[in-house]
């Protein structure tokens, strides 16, 4: 039984020891800022990039809106090519086909392409207990999945790991599943490469069965397309006898043209390339070549709630790329796993709630809140994706499920908005405020440039406190010294 | 007609220099200004933690206040943020289609800058301002609003100023509104970058256009006795060759 997500602590308290750990804030900070600016590089030399990423938002936006007819249409592509069409509601539905088609070769393992979805639904647990070993084969998720540790993000799951600390899982664990990596292993990273080509090697010819998902599904042909970048995706595609493909619904694409635009937004945003290495387009059974049992498994689980949203719908645009997680200031010092959630980062930070459901629990709840609304994850996504107004939106929707609660913050709003619905009150509370201002500017010391601030305080001030200056009321509002001068032209010259 | 002053809340009760400022400068460029007196907070800090019922009657106590204004000057892009695009989500929720039809026909709202270079059409402004300067672009004017090098293009043009490069300009100062006390611990982890690229840059003084950043970069600058101070822009636009604008920066400003 791997490790899972469950029991993570709501982001604020999940994100104080990701903080402190000085070995991830250091991985991370150097990771997302080399991938940072190898995306802008590339992306910077396409002249149309703006065209590109609106013909993508609304290349999606028309198949969500049209999504009932181009998923039937997929299932007959699909069927046509010789292809067998599941539908999974959801997460349980989704792992007993896999599982039953898994049991029905009886095989005990099988090799896996990168996924998000299979990630999702939690298929590896569900295969284990089975009785049926499913072996990572993406060199990150071999990383993880050997150091029983979770994915910490989108596209680098490992993304939190050095090389040293790569070295050391390798020679720990190999051993323990297969060939082991070489003693004399450096930590060079064409060596621990190397090692984990040969460990994969053998699984990729022993296996029966693979499972993999897919970037893209094109609905006119029936076409699947994995893009990776380091070839264990075309092993796993081409050499088993059986392949099954986990697909969420929000995959598709009506036609085959419709590639031209993804594939150039996806590397370009995702790994910082003008190309990925490897492309893989299947459509159905090829009678002698490749597997020659395809499974398509199409998932909902918690998709069509997401498509009913209107204003947070957008986020099924999503093509996984990772840009969002790579520019985001919060992502690069918290790390993935203070998200509590296969997807991390400010598109889980939308996507998460809105699949499990906001009022879930109060991690899921968190998480429209770990963002500072900086805009950046906006700015790169190739699809268009407002992240922020979804983030605000959802705000809205967590309060809304809890009103009528007494909570310190439901209280202070309500105060606020009291205070602030009507000048003569606001002017009211100002002049309290300025008389506190001016006893504090007797007794307390002086920033630098006059504006005067108070130290540490204690209780729930310490949330601003005890690291910033807090600063101290005017002793005489704007809007009083407006009246009082007459706009200023009244003051002494 | 003239132009209304949206000073803002945080100016109002704690920044009042800012909006005099403003006064001043626009003054000074020949603009007529007023300060509406309805007016309180534009609503933001409700939206953003998600309380948009309780933003209604601000929304609604800031159309009233600026209705017949010839355009709203605000000198924060997070306010102007607000107005431009929050205003309207927020009429929609209170289903009021009067609200809806006043948020509409509201007058257009400008950040200081956009204003002074877009519709005023200057870059000099006439300041002098003879100290070492950082700009820290604040992300809702630069994303949310895009004012693009406005606020650079004014800072350069003030007589005696030194523009000093902030290095990693574009990433957030970690404030985020009520984000800095709903996640206390990365809003500081991110505060402490940006403090440290403040005092890499070399600059005696720390510029920006949204004085709630500030606060919180500020606070973190002055709890190191970092040895910079912060100002908004339109108090460094504001300031001219007169004694006040020489005065001693550890004093606090005569009142």
């Known amino acids: 039984m791997s490790r899972t997500f469950l029991g993570t602590p709501a982001f604020p308290e999940a994100a104080r020891s990701a903080l402190a750990n000085t070995q991830l804030r250091r991985n991370l900070a150097h990771a997302t800022s080399t991938i940072r600016a190898k995306r802008a590089a590339v992306v910077g030399e396409v002249a149309e990039w703006e065209r590109l990423r609106r013909a993508g938002a609304a290349l999606k936006d028309r198949t969500l809106r049209h999504l009932d007819t181009y998923l039937q249409q997929l299932e007959e592509s699909l069927t046509r090519a010789g292809a067998t069409v599941h539908w999974a509601r959801d997460a349980a539905e989704a792992n007993r086909i896999v599982v039953d088609v898994a049991r029905r070769h009886g095989t005990d393992e099988v090799v896996k392409v990168k996924s998000m979805v299979t990630a999702e639904i939690g298929l590896n647990d569900a295969l284990a207990a089975a009785g049926i070993t499913a072996w990572e084969t993406d060199l990150a998720e071999l990383i993880v999945q050997l150091g029983d540790d979770l994915p910490s993000h989108i596209l680098v799951p490992a993304i939190h790991r050095n090389r040293s600390e790569v070295r050391e899982i390798f020679l720990r664990e190999m051993g323990r599943y297969g060939r082991p990596a070489p003693a004399d292993l450096s930590d060079v990273p064409a060596e621990l490469a190397a090692a984990a080509r040969a460990h994969l090697r053998e699984k990729f010819l022993r296996s029966r069965v693979a499972v993999s998902g897919a970037n893209f599904a094109v609905a006119e042909t029936g076409t699947l397309a994995v893009v990776e970048s380091e070839g264990n995706g075309r092993m796993c595609l081409t050499l088993p006898e059986v392949l099954i493909s986990v697909v969420g619904i929000e995959k598709l694409v009506p036609t085959w043209a419709d590639l031209e635009v993804f594939l150039q937004l996806l590397p370009r945003s995702s790994t910082g390339e003008r190309m990925n290495p490897y492309t893989s387009l299947w459509t159905g059974v090829t009678p002698g070549d490749g597997p020659q049992e395809v499974h398509v498994v199409l998932l909902d689980n918690g998709r069509t709630q997401v498509l009913a949203d209107e204003v947070g719908r957008q986020a099924l645009r999503c093509i996984r790329c990772s840009a969002c997680l790579n520019v985001c200031p919060v992502y690069e010092r918290t790390g993935g796993h203070s998200y509590g959630s296969v997807y991390p980062g400010p598109i889980g930070a939308i996507l998460t709630p809105m699949l499990r459901g906001v009022g879930a629990d109060a991690q899921v709840d968190s998480l429209p809140y770990a963002s500072s609304l900086c805009g950046a994850c906006f700015e790169v996504c190739p699809v268009r994706i407002d992240i922020p107004e979804v983030l605000v939106h959802l705000r809205a929707e967590v309060v809304d499920s809890h009103r009528g609660r007494p909570s310190a913050q439901n209280a202070a709003m309500a105060a606020a908005a009291w205070a602030l619905g009507d000048a003569r009150r606001t002017s009211v509370a100002e002049r309290v405020a300025g008389a506190v201002g001016k006893l504090l500017r007797r007794t307390r010391r002086r920033a630098p440039g006059g504006r005067a601030t108070l130290g540490a305080l204690p209780g729930p001030a310490a949330r601003w406190a005890d690291a910033r200056d807090v600063p101290i009321p005017a002793p005489e509002s704007f809007r009083a010294w407006w009246a009082r001068t007459d706009g200023g032209r009244t003051e002494q010259q | ?255």
């Open chain 2, 1 to 255: 007609m003239a132009v209304g002053l949206l000073v803002t809340c945080l100016n109002d009760v704690l920044y009042p220099e800012t909006g005099k400022a403003v006064v001043t400068l626009l003054r000074r460029l020949g603009v007529e200004v007023t300060f509406p007196a309805g007016q309180t907070c534009c609503g933001q800090p409700m939206v953003n933690t998600g309380y948009l019922d309780e933003a209604v009657p601000l929304v609604r106590r800031h159309v009233e206040a600026f209705a017949g204004c010839e355009a709203i000057v605000v000198p924060s892009g997070s306010c102007a943020g607000s107005v431009r695009h929050q205003h309207r989500i927020v009429a929609r929720r209170s289903g009021d289609p009067g609200l809806v039809r006043a948020v509409e026909e509201s007058p257009p709202v400008y950040e200081l800058s956009e204003y002074l270079v877009d519709v005023l059409g200057v870059v000099d402004v006439g300041a002098y301002f003879p100290h070492r300067v950082t700009y820290h672009p604040t992300c809702h004017s630069l994303r949310m609003l895009g004012v693009g090098d406005r606020p650079l293009a004014l800072l350069r043009a003030v007589r005696g100023l030194t523009l000093c490069e902030l290095p990693a300009a574009q990433e957030c100062c970690g404030f985020g509104g009520t984000f800095a006390v709903k996640n206390p611990d990365t809003s500081v982890a991110m505060g402490a970058d940006k403090a440290r690229h403040v005092r890499e840059s070399g600059a005696e003084v720390l510029v920006a256009g949204d004085n709630s950043c500030l606060t919180h970069i500020g606070g973190l600058l002055s709890r190191q006795r970092a040895g910079v101070r912060v100002m908004h822009i339109a108090e460094v636009l504001a300031a001219t060759e007169t004694p006040a604008a020489l005065a001693d920066p550890a004093a606090e400003v005569a009142r």
